[in-house]
Nanobody, 119 residues
Framework: QVQLVESGGGLVQAGGSLRLSCAAS????????MGWFRQAPGKEREFVAA????????YYADSVKGRFTISRDNAKNTVNLQMNTLKPEDTAIYYC????????????WGQGTQVTVSS
């Protein structure tokens, strides 16, 4: 049974930083593309960042490029999202996602962790 558990959310002032982590179980982690998404109140869930199996290839939403960094540790089955220079518009529930596919939809989702950025 695949399980993704996020942690690290919280309340931070604008300009601050947070580091989210997602622990995966029930999968051969190194064979999964991992991603982060977010959903703000009243809005659709949107893509934030993703990382391929070995960690050598990453991609980001334009809104977070240069501020957020995704990384993974295949030995610990974790994927992280370092978020710097946070803005109030980054406030959302952040979700971890996983898929064995190189492209297309995501198969597994975590329960989410709340990030709130105050102005």
């Amino acid at each position: 049974q695949v399980q993704l558990v996020e942690s690290g959310g919280g309340l931070v002032q604008a300009g601050g930083s947070l580091r989210l982590s997602c622990a995966a179980s029930g999968v051969t982690f190194s064979r999964y593309r991992m991603g982060w998404f977010r959903q703000a109140p009243g809005k659709e869930r949107e893509f934030v960042a993703a990382i391929f199996w070995s960690g050598g290839r990453t991609y980001y939403a334009d809104s977070v490029k240069g501020r957020f960094t995704i990384s993974r540790d295949n030995a610990k089955n974790t994927v992280n999202l370092q978020m710097n220079t946070l803005k109030p518009e980054d406030t959302a529930i952040y979700y971890c996602a996983a898929t064995p596919s190189a492209y297309g939809s995501w198969d597994y989702w975590g329960q989410g962790t709340q990030v709130t950025v105050s102005s």
